[in-house]
């Protein structure tokens, strides 16, 4: 339908599905523009995430497969007004999009969102709070956990971004941020190993250094494939230990 030159929005059903369809997206829609100038205008919609008792097979956040793949772009909205605005962008946009949708925020958040049409830019982060003494950097479902952690510990004062786009990546608001505070963790849903927050914490580290008053921290849920039982699946997410982590770093 691509190569006909319409328009594609496909969904995935579940993201973790896309293994059976990952060659045609990454070496296919990724490349076939830059090889010989074909159209690859396709959003691909990703429902994804844990805490809903899915499973191991329906519950993953693997938007890392894709975020090193130049060619694809990568959304991860945290609210109905940004996810809008952004699947409008990523419809006008001509290259391919991997829009992930997390299925817990599906039924538990609720925003006004106008009626008419519009767009948000994709590339530009958003400040959701603004404080002197740590950047806490998320996107998705984390960035709710990461204002739920604030309200428990309204003595910590911290900036929250949210990434909104993970490629491209509004890097620069995050060094802004850092500069200010010293202080940076990254929170994401997916393990840590080769995730989003590796990325963050190895760009800050290169191009912030001389600013920072503690290490870079990382949290991310456990390096094992997703439990079904609830109490599993609650120790399994990082909701927990990001709050450990949140305060030991105010504290160093």
């Not at 993953?60 to 962008?89: C, H, I, R, S």
């Not at 991997?98 to 817990?104: P, R, V």
């Not at 990325?199 to 290169?206: H, L, N």
């Amino acid at each position: 339908l691509s190569i006909n030159k319409m328009k594609v929005v496909m969904e995935m059903q579940f993201a973790d599905f896309v293994s059976s369809g990952f060659n045609p997206i990454v070496n296919y829609l990724a490349k076939v523009h830059y090889r010989w100038n074909e159209n690859a205008d396709v959003v691909i919609r990703m429902p994804c995430g844990a805490g809903v008792g899915a499973g191991p097979f329906h519950s993953q956040t693997n938007e890392a497969w894709f975020t090193k793949t130049p060619g694809l772009k990568v959304v991860y909205p945290a609210f109905p007004y940004d996810a809008k605005g952004l699947m409008a962008t990523a419809i006008d946009d001509p290259n391919p999009v991997l829009f992930f949708e997390h299925k817990a925020l599906y039924r538990s958040l609720y925003q006004d969102v106008p009626e008419g049409y519009y767009t948000l830019p994709f590339g530009q982060a958003q400040l959701l709070k603004e404080g002197e003494d740590i950047t806490i950097v998320s996107y998705g479902a984390g960035v709710h956990w990461a204002l739920e952690t604030l309200d428990e510990f309204p003595n910590i004062n911290a900036d929250l971004i949210d990434l909104q786009t993970l490629q491209p990546l509004d890097i620069e608001t995050v060094y802004t941020s850092v500069q200010k505070t010293g202080k940076l963790i990254i929170l994401q849903e997916d393990s840590l190993f080769g995730g989003i927050a590796s990325d963050v914490a190895a760009m800050v580290m290169e191009h912030c250094f001389e600013y920072l008053d503690a290490p870079v921290r990382r949290v991310g849920s456990l390096e094992t494939p997703v439990p079904f039982a609830k109490a599993l699946e609650e120790d399994y997410l990082p909701k927990e230990r990001f709050k450990a982590a949140l305060n030991a770093l105010y504290n160093y």
